[in-house]
C-alpha cells in the first residue's frame, strides 16, 4: 500500500558550506564551553512526544543514551550517559528537525562537546557544532565533511560525506497513529474505501508492507564540493624562432585535476589537540547528569512576540546660522541663477 503509507516529513530546509573553518569549528571555544569532551558510541535512542503546558502544540523529543568509551576532558563516572536533544520522529509519520540540532543515531561514533544536558534544546556546546564523528578512526565535523587539517586550533573540514553519514533512519509509525496525523486523517478513510478495504483489511496490508524505518537520505552536488583546479589541455611546446606559428584554438574539454591530500585527519591526531587545549583551559567542569527518558514532557509555552514598535521622535527644527542665511540670501539675489528669483522680487 505505497500510496497508504505516504508520510509527511518536515525537516530543516537549508545547505551547509562546503568548507568548515568559521567559529563552528573553533576548537577552544569547545573545549572551554565544555563540562565533558568524551569519545562515545551510540546505544539506544529513544523518542517521545512533549506537550506545553497550555495546550498547544507537540515537540517530539529524542534521547540518546551513549556508551563513553574515553573520558578527555570532565569528571564523569558513569560508563553511560543518556542526553536529550529537541526533535525526532512524532509517532504519526512526521519528522521534526530543529535547526542546528544533530541527529544522532544507534551505533554512531562521535567525540561529543558536552554542557546543559537537558537545560536547552541541544547537549552539546555550540549544538551541532559540539559534534565531531568519527568513521573508521577518521574524524569529520557534525556534518559529515572531512576534517582535512587542523590549523590554529581550529578543524578545517571539507568535502562530500561518506554514505554512512548520508542515511538517517527513524521508526516508523504504527498504523492507528497514522490517523493521528493532522496532514492524513482527513484522507485516510477515503483512500481507504476506494480500494474497497476495511480499515482491519487495510491495517494487516500496512503492517505486512510497510518498512520498519523511516529512510532520509542527503544527496550532495559534487560541483559544490569540489576540491580541483582548472589545468588546460597539454599542448605542443609553440617553435622556437621568428617563424613562430600561432596555436589552434583547443576545444577539447578542461581536464580537472585534485590536489594531494590523505583524506580526514587521524583521530589521534584530534584527540592530542584536544587533550592540549583541555590542560590550558581554566573553565570549570562539573559531573553530567543522564536524563531519564521516562521524565514528565511538558515544556512551558514558546513566548511569541508580535512586530517590533517603532518610536517616532519629533527632531527639533534646526537653526539656520548667520554664515548659512549670508550665503542662501546672496544665492537668492544672484541674477544667474535660474532657480532662484532676486531677494524681494514678485
Not at 555550540?126 to 565531531?132: A, L, N
Request: overall charge positive; aromatic content about 8%.
Amino acid at each position: 500500500m505505497a500510496l497508504m503509507y505516504s508520510l509527511v516529513v518536515s525537516t530543516p530546509a537549508g545547505s551547509h558550506s562546503a568548507v568548515a573553518g568559521g567559529q563552528d569549528s573553533n576548537l577552544s571555544a569547545l573545549v572551554d564551553g565544555s563540562q565533558l569532551i568524551a569519545l562515545t558510541t551510540v546505544e539506544e535512542v529513544q523518542y517521545r512526544t512533549a506537550t506545553f503546558s497550555d495546550g498547544n502544540g507537540m515537540m517530539p523529543v529524542s534521547f540518546v543514551t551513549v556508551r563513553i568509551d574515553k573520558v578527555f576532558r570532565g569528571k564523569q563516572t558513569t560508563q553511560r550517559l543518556t542526553l536529550r536533544f529537541m526533535g525526532g520522529p512524532d509517532g504519526m509519520g512526521g519528522v521534526m528537525g530543529i535547526s542546528g540540532v544533530p541527529t544522532l543515531q544507534k551505533g554512531d561514533r562521535d567525540i561529543l562537546f558536552i554542557t546543559g544536558n537537558g537545560e536547552t534544546r541541544c547537549a552539546l556546546v555550540h549544538c551541532e557544532w559540539g559534534r565531531y564523528r568519527i568513521l573508521k578512526d577518521r574524524v569529520y565535523n557534525t556534518h559529515g565533511f572531512p576534517v582535512l587539517s587542523l590549523a590554529k586550533n581550529y578543524a578545517l573540514a571539507r568535502g562530500i560525506p561518506p554514505i554512512e553519514f548520508r542515511v538517517v533512519r527513524f521508526p516508523s509509525p504504527k498504523f492507528d497513529d497514522l490517523f493521528k496525523n493532522p496532514f492524513l486523517k482527513g484522507e485516510l478513510p477515503q483512500m481507504i474505501q476506494s480500494r474497497g478495504l476495511t480499515i482491519e483489511q487495510a491495517r494487516a496490508q500496512y503492517e505486512k508492507a510497510a518498512p520498519k524505518f523511516i529512510e532520509l537520505k542527503k544527496e550532495y552536488d559534487a560541483r559544490d564540493f569540489a576540491l580541483e583546479v582548472p589545468i588546460p589541455p597539454e599542448t605542443a611546446p609553440p617553435q622556437q624562432g621568428p617563424a613562430l606559428k600561432k596555436l589552434p584554438t583547443l576545444k577539447a574539454p578542461v581536464r580537472l585535476q585534485r590536489p594531494a591530500f590523505n583524506g580526514p585527519i587521524q583521530i589521534n591526531e584530534f584527540i592530542g589537540l584536544i587533550g592540549k587545549l583541555s590542560r590550558t583551559s581554566t573553565s570549570v567542569v562539573r559531573v553530567i547528569a543522564s536524563i531519564d527518558p521516562a521524565m514528565p514532557l511538558v515544556f512551558k509555552p514558546i513566548p511569541r512576540s508580535g512586530p517590533p514598535k517603532i518610536t517616532r521622535t519629533n527632531r527639533p527644527a534646526l537653526e539656520e546660522s548667520d554664515a548659512d542665511r549670508a550665503w542662501r540670501e546672496a544665492e537668492e539675489r544672484d541674477p544667474f541663477n535660474p532657480g532662484q528669483k532676486p531677494l524681494g522680487a514678485k
